[in-house]
């Protein structure tokens, strides 16, 4: 048997064995992503194979976390693709503001910066008060620093570049204090934001949501498994509202797009129609 075999075969086992063990289920992320990521565990690790691997998974549940972390996506920035922020304020925001109250879900939130941003689009919009924000991630470790709020100082000249780019006219050091090297996201910003862990692949609907943002999170899934996650939103989200994907991801060849309307076809914005009898635009 080939080397290539052997390895696809252990790859094989040891995601069943962290589904089994720990109920993760990583069987239908994209297979190149998991071999990339697995391949950089076993180097950060020393270890030579992946059946060397497995024993150490299955027994040591600190040691199965560090390798939770490296399948996990955290790449992250505060208004991330500052032209999806500025259409979001400039096409959805109006809409949001003709209800009572207003539910958001970000899902895969790695860090929490792109929950902040959204609390930060709101705050300026006169929104927040009235907003309820939900972000979510399998992650525990990056839910802990997301809920802290606290970011290298380093960064923030990015992200206030970022921030002037979405037709902001405030400055974007109202909304943190600097502490010695990093910057403490402002509390009002965080009180209004539940960190919670919910996992996509196994976990259910998420209430009834006002807008959702899951963006450069399904690239990281078979086809499978992103349908699943889109209906796990459809079901999450009221008609009328809006769901927002990453740049690379779209409602195109799903069973579900025909309940959309593509608001905004650069920054993959969509809205769920109010009745079933529409067309597709998507």
């Not at 565990?41 to 020393?46: H, P, R």
């Not at 030579?48 to 027994?59: C, D, Q």
Request: proline share 2%.
């Amino acid at each position: 048997m080939q080397e290539k075999e052997l390895e696809e075969i252990e790859r094989t086992l040891l995601l069943e064995a962290v589904f089994l063990r720990y109920g993760y289920d990583f069987r239908n992320y994209a297979q190149a992503t998991i071999r990339r990521r697995i391949e950089q565990f076993l180097a950060k690790n020393d270890v030579e194979t992946i059946g060397a691997l497995l024993p150490r998974i299955i027994r040591e549940p600190l040691f199965f976390q560090s390798l939770l972390c490296e399948f996990s996506v955290t790449v992250t920035e505060m208004f991330r693709d500052p032209a999806f922020y500025r259409a979001l304020r400039e096409e959805v925001v109006p809409l949001l503001k003709t209800y009572p109250f207003i539910k958001i879900w970000v899902a895969g939130c790695a860090t929490g910066e792109e929950a902040y941003s959204v609390a930060i689009l709101l705050k300026e919009e006169g929104l927040l008060e009235k907003a309820t924000l939900f972000a979510t991630d399998i992650n525990d470790e990056s839910l802990a620093k997301a809920k802290r709020g606290i970011y290298p100082l380093k960064q923030v000249r990015e992200y206030t570049e970022n921030f002037q780019e979405t037709g902001s006219v405030h400055s974007f050091s109202r909304y943190y204090h600097a502490d010695q090297d990093d910057v403490v996201m402002d509390r009002g910003l965080k009180n209004k934001i539940t960190f919670a862990n919910h996992n996509l692949v196994s976990d259910q609907v998420f209430g009834e949501m006002h807008l959702i943002l899951c963006r450069n999170v399904m690239i990281y899934f078979d086809k499978k498994l992103q349908d699943r996650v889109l209906k796990l939103f459809d079901q999450s989200l009221i008609r009328g509202g809006f769901l927002c994907l990453g740049g690379r991801e779209s409602l195109r060849f799903f069973s579900l797009a025909e309940q959309y309307e593509r608001l905004d076809r650069k920054n993959r914005i969509y809205r769920k129609h109010v009745a079933h009898s529409f067309p597709s635009q998507v």
